[in-house]
T-cell receptor, first 116, second 106 residues
């Protein structure tokens, strides 16, 4: 079974530029998550989708971050414009069901973003 | 204060040593996860616990719901165990600790 795929693996941009990350979850997984992990910290949930609907985006900086999962399968996360403090690893994860209760999330390899 | 605290932050060990990583949390939870993160960012789920103890190979995870505490043990540690170990608790969503960086030397 293929895992969660993410691209690109690495991205270096200058501040104020735009960047987009892509995630393809495990086939059949209804719930998709985007996390931001700043160096030395644990992951922080940015947004959670169930199919193509947003379940939780309370920690998403909506003035500059946006995400979509239009067909309920793959997803893109965009930052526009990027700031220095956005330098982090962006992790995508998916889970089979609704994401509630005791359910395993499967993580992708992450996209490492460096903003200069 | 973080809702999930891990200790130690960094840990070095010689191959073969018994290792313990601790996790304390301050919120009511439905489950606790132990995750392993290797350099490069990918995260692997090791255990999901709501009570008692689970064992998988050389890894053992325990949880005490009353004391809001969990431990991850590695027996006969090996250099390939070197990674960051993250504790995460499920409340309405996953809340992550900052991780314990483990290095095992031959």
């Amino acid at each position: 079974e293929a895992g969660v795929a993410q691209s690109p693996r690495y991205k270096i941009i200058e501040k104020r530029q735009s960047v987009a990350f892509w995630c393809n979850p495990i086939s059949g997984h209804a719930t998709l998550y985007w996390y931001q992990q700043i160096l030395g910290q644990g992951p922080k949930l940015l947004i959670q989708f169930q199919n193509n609907g947003v379940v939780d985006d309370s920690q998403l900086p909506k003035d500059r971050f946006s995400a979509e999962r239009l067909k309920g399968v793959d997803s893109t996360l965009k930052i526009q414009p990027a700031k220095l403090e956005d330098s982090a690893v962006y992790l995508c994860a998916s889970s089979l069901g609704s994401g509630l209760g005791q359910e395993t999330q499967y993580f992708g390899p992450g996209t490492r973003l460096l903003v200069l | 204060k973080n809702e999930v605290e891990q200790s130690p932050q960094n840990l070095t060990a010689q191959e073969g040593e018994f290792i313990t990583i601790n996790c304390s949390y301050s919120v009511g939870i439905s489950a606790l996860h132990w995750l392993q993160q290797h350099p490069g960012g990918g995260i692997v789920s090791l255990f999901m616990l709501s009570s008692g103890k689970k064992k998988h190979g050389r890894l053992i995870a325990t949880i005490n719901i009353q004391e809001k505490h969990s431990s991850l043990h590695i027996t006969a540690s090996h250099p390939r165990d070197s990674a960051v170990y993250i504790c995460a608790v499920r409340k309405n969503k996953l809340i992550f600790g900052t991780g314990t960086r483990l290095q095992v030397f031959p």
